[in-house]
């Protein structure tokens, strides 16, 4: 399994910025597709943003699309999530996570970080 750590939360103005990281080890990261989640107090976890494996293609949930950016640094093993225009509704517990299969963009999503936290207030 992959080992995931994320890091750059904190706390924001709405309008600010904020970028995100996800820093692997024990295996290359450049063999997985690599997705962000969040999860709100009181709600389900749900998808922000996706990155196939080889970096090729991007999908954004519809409330952070033109905001959030999802890309990788294979020689840093590292995926980041560029947040500009940051709301209140941002606010969440921001993961990343790997997929299960190397080389495929679809499946179950394997490993998982800790998450780390976001707080954007007005």
């Known amino acids: 399994q992959v080992q995931l750590v994320e890091s750059g939360g904190g706390l924001v103005q709405a309008g600010g910025s904020l970028r995100l990281s996800c820093a692997a080890s024990?295996?290359?990261?450049?063999?997985?597709?690599m997705g962000w989640f969040r999860q709100a107090p009181g709600k389900e976890r749900e998808p922000v943003a996706h990155?196939?494996?080889?970096?090729?293609?991007?999908l954004y949930a519809d409330s952070v699309k033109g905001r959030f950016t999802i890309s990788r640094d294979n020689a840093k093993n590292t995926v980041y999530l560029q947040m500009n225009s940051l709301k209140p509704e941002d606010t969440a517990v921001y993961y990343c996570?790997?997929?299960?299969?190397?080389?495929?963009?679809?499946?179950?999503?394997?490993?998982w970080g800790q998450g780390t936290q976001v707080t954007v207030f007005s």
């Open positions: 990155i196939s494996w080889n970096g090729g293609s991007t």
């Open positions: 024990g295996r290359s990261l450049s063999r997985y597709a």
């Open positions: 996570a790997a997929r299960q299969s190397m080389f495929r963009d679809d499946g179950q999503f394997g490993s």
